[in-house]
T-cell receptor
């Protein structure tokens, strides 16, 4: 089945630094999404991207839908301690049984104050 | 608070046993999804129901089954449990069948430990 390769697996950064993570796939998606999971919680949607080349921001977060439709990246600027968590990319195709989301394995972010 | 309720939050059981996990979707959401999260596999899609009917199936084992009831709550049944079934099981809901916006609302999960 479809798989997403998410990197890096983990990051340990200093508060105030910028963060960049990405996700690639061998197949194309119609939608790319980024979710964040806080410890002990379920994932929460951060950003959704619907068109190839689209660049979308949500506060300090910026994500892009790759032009090939096979990749996406997420940037976090000026990280703060509450950015700690696991960030998941997810891809989605429409139609039939493909409507479900395929998730990457996540990037675990740790922020040192 | 996502509005999705899962019970129980924690469950410890023995190999060979059977458990049932329960999920109440957000008010108004017709679609329910089940995901399994383990340390090395990330979030794996198991199954989706829409308004009581199965809509999509992922990597769900034959020992596992699910259903969605007329009141839209869903149950995931795990039987003949093995050590490898230990994981976090998430339920998510969305308004539409194919979650066209990609936005799923996740519950807090049920942590299953099989000893």
């Amino acid at each position: 089945g479809q798989q997403l390769n998410q990197s890096p697996q983990s990051m340990f950064i200093q508060e105030g630094e910028d963060v960049s993570m990405n996700c690639t796939s061998s197949s194309i998606f119609n939608t790319w999404l980024w979710y964040k999971q806080d410890p002990g919680e379920g994932p929460v949607l951060l950003i959704a991207l619907y068109k190839a080349g689209e660049l979308t921001s949500n506060g300090r977060l910026t994500a892009q839908f790759g032009i090939t439709r096979k990749d996406s990246f997420l940037n976090i600027s000026a990280s703060i301690p509450s950015d700690v968590g696991i960030y998941f990319c997810a891809g989605q195709n429409y139609g039939g049984s493909q409507g479900n989301l395929i998730f990457g394995k996540g990037t675990k972010l740790s922020v040192k104050p | 608070d996502s509005g999705v309720t899962q019970t129980p939050k924690h469950l410890i059981t023995a190999t060979g046993q059977r458990v049932t996990l329960r999920c109440s979707p957000r008010s108004g959401d017709l679609s329910v999804y089940w995901y399994q999260q383990s340390l090395d596999q990330g979030l794996q899609f198991l199954i989706q129901y829409y308004n009581g009917e199965e809509r999509a199936k992922g990597n769900i084992l034959e020992r596992f089954s699910a259903q969605q009831f007329p009141d839209l709550h869903s149950e995931l049944n795990l039987s003949s449990l093995e050590l490898g079934d230990s994981a976090l099981y998430f339920c998510a809901s969305s308004v539409r069948s194919l979650a066209n916006t990609g936005e799923l609302f996740f519950g807090e999960g049920s942590r299953l430990t099989v000893l």
